[in-house]
């Protein structure tokens, strides 16, 4: 079981940068693909990024490409977001998710890959 824990949401203005942090539970931490997705108000839940296990293999949506870093410690059990030139559009909770299959093994843009979730973050970005 893990329990995920996501951080570091607010409100910024456009143009902003902020860093989401996802804290994990377990002592398997390394052993989990790991992803960011986010929701708008009125919208689906979308795929933002993955990471692998080690951290060497990542994934992006390709309207985050370029603006969105994901990355991760695997001694601090935590998945970073680091989010720059942040638009209004951005304006979502974001959720990390992990899976405990690889990412070269998996989809990792379908919200069932995942197994665990957590609750969400609120990021709002005024214009």
């Known amino acids: 079981q893990v329990q995920l824990v996501e951080s570091g949401g607010g409100l910024v203005q456009a143009g902003d940068s902020l860093r989401l942090s996802c804290a994990a539970s377990?002592?398997?931490?390394?052993?989990?693909?790991m992803g960011w997705f986010r929701q708008a108000p009125g919208k689906e839940r979308e795929f933002v990024a993955a990471?692998?296990?080690?951290?060497?293999?990542?994934s992006y949506a390709d309207s985050m490409k370029g603006r969105f870093t994901i990355s991760r410690d695997n001694a601090k059990n935590t998945v970073y977001l680091q989010m720059n030139s942040l638009k209004a559009e951005d304006t979502a909770v974001y959720y990390c998710?992990?899976?405990?299959?690889?990412?070269?093994?998996?989809?990792?843009?379908?919200?069932?890959?995942?197994?665990?979730w957590g609750q969400g973050t609120q990021v709002t970005v005024s214009s």
């Open positions: 990471i692998g296990w080690s951290g060497g293999t990542t």
């Open positions: 998710a992990a899976s405990n299959r690889p990412l070269t093994m998996v989809v990792v843009t379908a919200h069932s890959t995942y197994d665990y």
């Open positions: 377990g002592r398997t931490f390394n052993r989990y693909t």
